[in-house]
């Protein structure tokens, strides 16, 4: 039986989260960089890069960029976006990075994280991430904040998109967030299933991870608008620190 990670990250969440747009992404990380305090031609692994937004976000700004990512479907249409091949874009799974070089920074954004049962897997990646980096290298982990999504949980949302009818169902439950899509093809009726789960890890977990693999947590941000980090109000977990 194939983990939800392996199944979900497929040609249908190009459908699901087509949303998510180039320019926010260019937003955001003109922000990262501004935290990172990296300069020009730093290299920087972009952990997890999904359809490799912020890849090439962070390429354009002038960075040397390699993004990994354990969906090849995911990968597959990264390349396809990079036309002019500036970012470096390898299959791998972040409980075992396939590198040997260290890295000037590692960003790891959109909550991929967590996504394992056991909180001693979710650590090995915080000690890969370690493992990776230079001495007083940055990083940066964008993550949802639990408290926010505990207190507003948007329990079934539906909409249209090119011929389906996408219905999501949300949940906590055992310490993660769950979430069942269906997406339902409105001219034939087929129906495909797909389910998101990650667990919800707060600061003060984190900074124990971060403190075992030899990391320091330095800021905490609420968003990428700059806000404060408050437990209770901001939507974002985003944190920046340094290996020690």
Known sequence: MKAWYEQSFGEDYLLVYKHRDMQGAVEEVQRMVSWLELPTGAHILDLCCGMGRHSLALAEAGYQVTGMDLSEVLLREARLQDQAEQVEFVHGDMRKLPFENTFDAVVNVFTSFGYF???????????????VLKPDAP????????????????????R?????????????????VKKHIMLTHLDTGDIRHYDERVKLYGREP????FSAAGLQLD????GYDGAPYDSETSKRLIMIGHKR
């Open 139 to 158: 990083f940066l982990i964008d993550f949802l904040n639990p408290t926010y999504i505990e207190n507003h949980l948007v329990a079934e949302s539906e």
């Open 206 to 209: 984190f900074e124990q991870m």
């Open 219 to 222: 800021a905490v941000f609420g």
């Open 160 to 176: 249209v998109d090119e011929g389906n009818r996408i219905t999501e169902t949300r949940k906590i439950e055992d310490g993660c």
């Open 117 to 131: 049962e056991r909180d001693e897997e979710n650590g090995q990646v915080i000690a890969e991430v370690s493992r």
